[in-house]
């Protein structure tokens, strides 16, 4: 015992602190409460943990027992926490070591002078946030020697601790989603700022920066170098500006292009000259910025309720609203002249608009009086179909609202949509799923009278894992347009996308080959449709291959005149009985020939307007109509 306590200069002084409070009132955990889950919150066994590291402070400072004790008091003060008494040891050869008791918990630290290094944490109970305690501590505790490096380096990190029951109301607590482990619980960040935390009269927004480090084989923090990074000496990590609306991720600097482009450019593809559409949410701008790149769009509605948004992210997102590369647009997307912000509802706007005009069987029905404001496309980023809470508010309005969509779009038009994160190949039927939510979604849209739907995935988002969209349209000619070649879209990029003043491309990621990719649904939506009960009629039917079932191989068949008489022409006849439910040809199948949408228009209308057609166009053009088929599966 002797010997361990050698290396500790021993303080045996206890600084009590006796915090005001009326008489008969006994003091109580309750810091600076401030959200919707405040009451509840109050007495659980709960509370809010932050870790802080700091390097390259003074190691004089670091040494100094009275300096630091003073800025851990100034700490709790400002902070709005109640320091009840703290206790401080000198160590040797040197070092500090507090600690201080809350009426909230507790604040400590740790000192290693040498290194320039502290280590602090917080705790307190209740729901006042800690986040914005950070700038205090890095001011109270960022001392630095004038010959020694003036930048303190911070990383960080907050979470939540001890046991909370559901919230009452069904929502999930801020500080529980996307924002707390992609963000603030995570140490191995190299950089991580708030750059903007404001809560609206609709929502909380948070915006943060990060940047990565890397970490060596034994999980410890080390700085990027030339050795272990792609990153040259003259570069450093980019740093990666993060979106969160109730602390749900929505978007990413590093991921901003690849997601929008996304979710925008295939639905104003598959239209053949979209000059109207609506945009439903994005208050922030992205989406507008992609509408906005068509030469086509001569007027955009975008509906946000939420005005408050458009400001931050004018401010604090001005990449997602950017349009100053753009030839005859407004510097910011928001402010371009043919952009109309409308502060409403945007369901409720849809709803009294165009839910009192559906298609009717009586010619004297009333003519439609919002007829002249039809929209082309209509791109919705207004409800996460995933979370239920969002969701509960909308589900009983939900289908008047998507039939209201159908009825605002043109005889051409098409509907965009967010369906939230792909599904795996492991997942469950989404009806009997915590997904159930969005195959409601899908199956309104599907049961509404859209002639095509295309459901597609994007997984360079920006997100933890892909994302899938879905684009409805109302004629099935969208499927020219959808099907096109990666050469048709190439050309029809340059055609119809404005040029830049920089004289680079305006689209950053879409372009034909990953058109090419979206075309065919992805293989994790067609397992989980396939799941439900009873089967789809579509997966029990020429699904895969099935081993078991007898397969007739092209030799049992033969190409013959029919016996039918001679006006009967020639045909394809069985050589033996085949009996019914049997394969004929499975191991001739990779042999097909398919003939895509945009192939088939254009041989027939170089049929029809060319005189001299050649004979081996007409041979193709007679077997494709002689034994082919047309299939809707898309």
């Known amino acids: 015992m002797g010997e361990e306590h050698a290396s500790v200069r021993v303080s045996h002084d206890v600084h009590m602190i006796y915090p005001e409070h009326n ?39 670091l040494n100094d027992e009275a300096a630091l004790a003073k800025s851990m008091v100034e700490t709790a003060s400002a902070s709005g926490l109640t320091l009840l008494s703290y206790h401080c040891h000198s160590l040797t ?24 290094v502290i280590t602090l944490d917080l705790f307190t109970c209740g729901s006042g946030e800690l986040v914005p305690v950070l700038p205090l501590v890095q001011e109270k505790f960022s001392v630095v020697d004038d010959k020694e490096n003036d930048e303190v380096e911070m990383v960080w990190s907050h979470v939540l601790r001890g046991f909370r029951p559901p919230a009452k109301d069904g929502k999930k607590r801020i500080l529980e989603n996307d924002i707390a482990n992609v963000v603030l619980r995570r140490l191995d960040l190299d950089v991580k700022r708030e750059v903007a935390s404001v809560t609206t009269a609709y929502q909380k927004i948070d915006i943060f920066d990060v940047s990565g480090v890397l970490t060596n084989e034994r999980g410890l923090r080390q700085p990027l170098t030339l050795q272990n990074s792609s990153f040259t000496n003259e570069q450093k990590p980019p740093i990666n500006r993060m979106f969160f609306l109730d602390g749900f991720l929505q978007s990413t600097s590093h991921g901003l292009s690849a997601y929008y482009e996304a979710l925008v450019h295939p639905a104003m593809f598959a239209h053949e000259y979209p000059s109207n559409v609506a945009i439903l949410g994005a208050g922030e701008g992205a989406v507008l910025r992609e509408v906005l790149k068509h030469k086509s769009v001569t007027n955009v509605k975008l509906l946000d309720m939420d005005e408050e948004m458009v400001k931050v992210a004018k401010q604090y997102l001005p990449q997602w609203n950017d349009c100053s590369d753009l030839v005859g647009r407004a510097d910011c997307c928001l402010d371009d002249e043919i952009t109309d912000l409308v502060y409403e509802d945007a369901l409720a706007w849809f709803t009294n608009r165009f839910d009192h005009f559906a298609p009717s069987d009586d010619e004297e029905a009333k003519d439609d009086p919002f007829d002249d404001e039809k929209f082309d496309v209509v791109i919705m980023n207004a409800i996460d179909l995933q979370y239920h809470y969002d969701y509960a508010k909308v589900e009983g309005t939900i289908e008047t609202f998507l039939q209201s969509v159908y009825h605002s779009l043109t005889e051409k038009g098409i509907l965009a949509l967010e369906l939230g994160f792909t599904p795996s190949v492991e997942d469950p039927n989404e009806e009997i799923s915590t997904n ?9 849209v599907e049961g509404i009278g859209f002639e095509s739907v295309h459901v597609y995935e994007e997984s360079h988002g920006g997100m933890n894992q892909p994302s899938s969209f879905l684009v409805a349209c109302k004629s099935e000619e969208c499927r020219y347009y959808w099907h096109s070649n990666p050469a048709t879209i190439k050309i029809n990029t340059y055609y119809r996308i404005l040029p830049t003043h920089s004289r680079e491309s305006a689209l950053h990621h879409f372009d034909g080959a990953t058109m ?51 006006a009967a022409g020639r045909g394809v006849f069985a050589k033996v009985d085949i009996p019914k439910g049997s394969y004929i040809g499975q191991d001739q199948v990779a042999k097909r ?23 081996e166009l007409s041979q193709v053009l007679n077997y494709m109509y002689g034994y082919g088929f047309q299939t809707k599966v898309v």
């Open 23 to 61: 008489d008969g009132d006994e003091p109580t955990c309750t810091r600076q409460q401030d959200n919707e889950h405040d009451d509840e919150e109050e007495h659980l066994p709960a509370g809010q943990h932050l870790l802080i590291d700091l390097r390259g402070v003074s190691s004089t400072f």
């Open 436 to 444: 159930r939510n969005r195959a409601k979604v899908m199956d309104m």
């Open 516 to 566: 090419k990719q979206y075309q065919i649904p992805p293989k994790s939506w067609e397992t989980v449709f396939c799941r439900r009960s009873p089967t789809p009629a579509s997966c029990s039917k020429n699904r895969g291959y099935d081993p078991h079932t007898v397969n007739f191989e092209e030799s049992n068949f033969e190409v013959k005149t029919s016996s039918a008489g001679e």
């Open 93 to 116: 050869p040197s070092g500090v070591s507090c600690v201080g008791v809350l009426l909230e918990s507790h604040i400590s630290f740790h000192t290693w002078p040498e290194e320039g």
């Open 593 to 615: 020939v398919y003939f895509p949408h945009y192939t088939v228009y254009m041989m027939e209308d170089y049929h029809q307007n060319e005189n001299a057609m050649s004979v």
